[in-house]
């Protein structure tokens, strides 16, 4: 056993501002050697992101206690028995759904959504069913096979993507979440092609990094829609070419932008009145692709009759439709030849002992994501 320092969410639902309520308890915990197909990582980086958030609001239950935390990077440490892909001292990035590769979806190309991967992050365990966190002899669940919020983690080796090692780790924890995320949905759910009209709906982590997709894509125009105008400088960084408050005339200026409609729509806030506007905005033909994750007692109302005699598609993106080992290096490749400018996304670093203001912040939605940096 190795002792970690690690911030735990001791119950769900506490009322903000968290800096007082402190739902996140920062302490040590016991952690135990990497097991068959396992590894142990030093954990250098881990971004807050509103998955996160939605497991401390209790939008998202998930059993608890659990050690949070889901995008991030870090180094490997010690390797268990019989596992491949990944050696001591390797960087490596997480990605949140470890991918079996022999159940149906990942046998189709589509890992993320690995069946034991998903009962593994629903059960809060990591893919062989075990949980290496422990607290005076109790174990201590796991969040998305990650726990990025301990300066020790153990994880499956499906969870880890290798990389680089001249890749800054506060930049490579972007690409396990917001990039992969965000740039996924565009490129590889819409399928975007240069020239799409294209419309980003919420500009946080993910939203922004689908900017970066957007315009990496070739498309044009790029049209960013939040009602915080302080973000909207970044967006324009990130390559949106137009930016929109969300008012009750978007669909119209998305509209009058484009000559008739988006031809691809992102929803990155998790808000069913927003997906409607985003399908809203939509051209005949169109599609709308929706990454954010709502309360599930929200319920989406469209004009049905829409989806044929328009021939529009309205897609969800979990992963960004990612496959994680293929998708993270290419994306680090485009960072690198300055067509994803990563670096924007960086709203801030954090101490471990700063988290819960540090979600203060993410619910106030005042910045770009911020990153605890061990």
């Not at 097991?35 to 998955?51: I, K, Y």
């Not at 294209?198 to 957007?214: H, N």
């Not at 009145?273 to 929706?290: D, M, N, Q, S």
């Given at each position: 056993?190795?002792?970690?320092?690690?911030?735990?969410?001791?119950?769900?639902?506490?009322?903000?501002?968290?800096?007082?309520?402190?739902?996140?308890?920062?302490?040590?915990?016991?952690?135990?050697?990497?097991?068959?197909?396992?590894?142990?990582?030093?954990?250098?980086?881990?971004?807050?992101?509103?998955?996160?958030?939605?497991?401390?609001?209790?939008?998202?239950?998930?059993?608890?206690?659990?050690?949070?935390?889901?995008?991030?990077?870090?180094?490997?440490?010690?390797?268990?028995?019989?596992?491949?892909?990944?050696?001591?001292?390797?960087?490596?990035?997480?990605?949140?759904?470890?991918?079996?590769?022999?159940?149906?979806?990942?046998?189709?190309?589509?890992?993320?959504?690995?069946?034991?991967?998903?009962?593994?992050?629903?059960?809060?365990?990591?893919?062989?069913?075990?949980?290496?966190?422990?607290?005076?002899?109790?174990?201590?669940?796991?969040?998305?096979?990650?726990?990025?919020?301990?300066?020790?983690?153990?994880?499956?080796?499906?969870?880890?993507?290798?990389?680089?090692?001249?890749?800054?780790?506060?930049?490579?924890?972007?690409?396990?979440?917001?990039?992969?995320?965000?740039?996924?949905?565009?490129?590889?759910?819409?399928?975007?092609?240069?020239?799409?009209?294209?419309?980003?709906?919420?500009?946080?982590?993910?939203?922004?990094?689908?900017?970066?997709?957007?315009?990496?894509?070739?498309?044009?125009?790029?049209?960013?829609?939040?009602?915080?105008?302080?973000?909207?400088?970044?967006?324009?960084?990130?390559?949106?070419?137009?930016?929109?408050?969300?008012g009750p005339d978007t669909v119209d200026a998305i509209r009058d932008l484009t000559h008739g409609g988006a031809e691809v729509a992102i929803e990155a806030v998790g808000s069913a009145a927003v997906l409607a506007t985003?399908?809203?905005?939509?051209?005949?033909?169109?599609?709308?692709?929706?990454?954010?994750?709502?309360?599930?007692?929200?319920?989406?109302?469209?004009?049905?009759?829409?989806?044929?005699?328009?021939?529009?598609?309205?897609?969800?993106?979990?992963?960004?439709?990612?496959?994680?080992?293929?998708?993270?290096?290419?994306?680090?490749?485009?960072?690198?030849?300055?067509?994803?400018?990563?670096?924007?996304?960086?709203?801030?670093?954090?101490?471990?002992?700063?988290?819960?203001?540090?979600?203060?912040?993410?619910?106030?939605?005042?910045?770009?994501?911020?990153?605890?940096?061990?």
């Amino acid at each position: 056993m190795i002792t970690t320092r690690a911030a735990v969410l001791e119950e769900s639902g506490r009322p903000g501002p968290y800096a007082h309520s402190r739902p996140l308890t920062v302490g040590d915990l016991e952690l135990r050697p990497p097991g068959t197909g396992e590894v142990l990582v030093r954990v250098r980086a881990a971004g807050l992101c509103h998955s996160d958030l939605s497991v401390i609001d209790g939008s998202r239950p998930r059993p608890l206690p659990m050690v949070l935390g889901h995008e991030a990077a870090g180094v490997v440490v010690e390797v268990g028995p019989d596992t491949r892909g990944v050696r001591v001292d390797d960087h490596v990035v997480f990605a949140f759904v470890p991918a079996c590769g022999g159940c149906p979806p990942c046998q189709s190309g589509r890992p993320a959504l690995c069946e034991p991967g998903a009962a593994a992050n629903t059960a809060g365990t990591l893919l062989r069913g075990q949980r290496p966190f422990r607290r005076a002899g109790r174990e201590v669940h796991h969040h998305l096979g990650v726990s990025a919020f301990s300066e020790y983690t153990v994880a499956a080796a499906e969870s880890l993507v290798p990389v680089d090692r001249s890749l800054p780790l506060d930049r490579a924890a972007l690409f396990g979440c917001a990039l992969l995320t965000g740039v996924g949905a565009v490129v590889n759910t819409a399928r975007a092609r240069t020239g799409t009209a294209a419309a980003v709906f919420g500009l946080g982590g993910i939203g922004l990094a689908a900017v970066m997709g957007a315009r990496a894509a070739g498309c044009h125009p790029v049209i960013a829609v939040d009602p915080v105008t302080a973000k909207h400088a970044v967006a324009m960084a990130a390559g949106a070419t137009h930016t929109l408050t969300g008012g009750p005339d978007t669909v119209d200026a998305i509209r009058d932008l484009t000559h008739g409609g988006a031809e691809v729509a992102i929803e990155a806030v998790g808000s069913a009145a927003v997906l409607a506007t985003a399908y809203a905005a939509t051209r005949r033909g169109g599609t709308t692709v929706t990454v954010g994750l709502p309360d599930p007692r929200q319920i989406l109302s469209i004009p049905a009759v829409s989806l044929v005699a328009e021939e529009r598609t309205l897609r969800g993106s979990y992963l960004g439709g990612a496959v994680p080992r293929r998708d993270i290096p290419r994306y680090i490749a485009l960072y690198r030849a300055g067509l994803l400018p990563a670096d924007l996304l960086l709203g801030g670093r954090l101490r471990l002992d700063e988290i819960n203001t540090g979600f203060d912040t993410l619910a106030a939605a005042t910045t770009t994501r911020q990153v605890v940096v061990f």
